[in-house]
């Protein structure tokens, strides 16, 4: 991931960055009515991005990265990281790319959901560790607090449900996207060892540096 587009390169994903700034121009205008901004932090990361759902070869050898493993967005608060899953969803939802096409969920959606569950005379929160153990998925935000209490234990909601989809990605090769507002060393010791090591296999990581863009 250290390798840059050069300026003149004009790979086969350039139709996909102009239908991906189409779509975030429209998006952007409709939710909060401003442009939506290329600039000296983001390019690189929309490039790489780009890349690697349009042109799989070139994203393995310009980028060093492997198409096959879904990807960890890093980048501190604000820089733009849900904003861009919400523009891709958009994109997946408009052109058909089923290997990509993902289902959009927030980490603290996810540990409300199981804590409601475990709650529930019906169900369990098993229910919800399933639910988004299965198919193609976006995890938004994950923070150091991916615990919840369930029948007095501390549970890592998220860490299960990342375990059982390395399992997914090795048995069927369905990729995980995640984004999070921890750096790259604070991310990876958030879990346990064996977590931890199953990062590398399954997630290609990815920077999107700069500042907060919200004003
Ligand atoms: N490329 C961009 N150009 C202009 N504004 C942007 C751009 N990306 C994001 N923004 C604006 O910055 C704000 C934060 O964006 P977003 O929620 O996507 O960031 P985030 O990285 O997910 O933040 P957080 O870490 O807090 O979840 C929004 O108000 C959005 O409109
Ligand atoms: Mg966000």
């Not at 967005?73 to 290997?99: A, C, D, H």
Request: net charge positive.
């Amino acid at each position: 991931m250290s390798k840059k587009v050069e300026k003149n390169d004009s790979g086969c994903h350039d139709n996909f960055k102009k239908v991906f700034k189409k779509l975030a121009d429209y998006y952007f205008i409709e939710k909060w009515n401003r442009q939506f901004e290329i600039d000296g932090f983001n390019t690189d990361a929309l490039n790489i991005l780009c890349c690697y759902f349009s042109d799989n070869k070139k994203f393995n050898e310009v980028h060093e990265g492997d198409y096959r493993k879904g990807f960890i967005l890093f980048g501190n608060v604000g820089v733009g990281k849900t904003s861009i899953f919400r523009i891709l969803e958009l994109l997946f939802k408009e052109f058909y790319l089923p290997q990509y096409n993902f289902k959009f969920v927030t980490a603290r959606s996810i540990i409300s959901e199981v804590i409601i569950e475990s709650k529930s005379k019906v169900s369990s929160e098993e229910f919800i560790i399933q639910k988004y153990s299965k198919s193609i998925l976006y995890i938004d935000d994950i923070s150091k607090n991916s615990k919840a209490i369930i029948w007095g234990q501390k549970r890592d909601v998220i860490e299960e449900i990342l375990l059982n989809r390395y399992d997914l990605f090795c048995r069927n090769g369905k990729r995980t996207f995640v984004s999070t507002n921890l750096s790259r060393d604070e991310f990876t010791t958030n879990f346990s060892p064996s977590m931890n090591d199953r990062l590398f296999d399954m997630f290609n990581f990815i920077d999107l540096p700069g500042k907060s863009r919200r004003r």
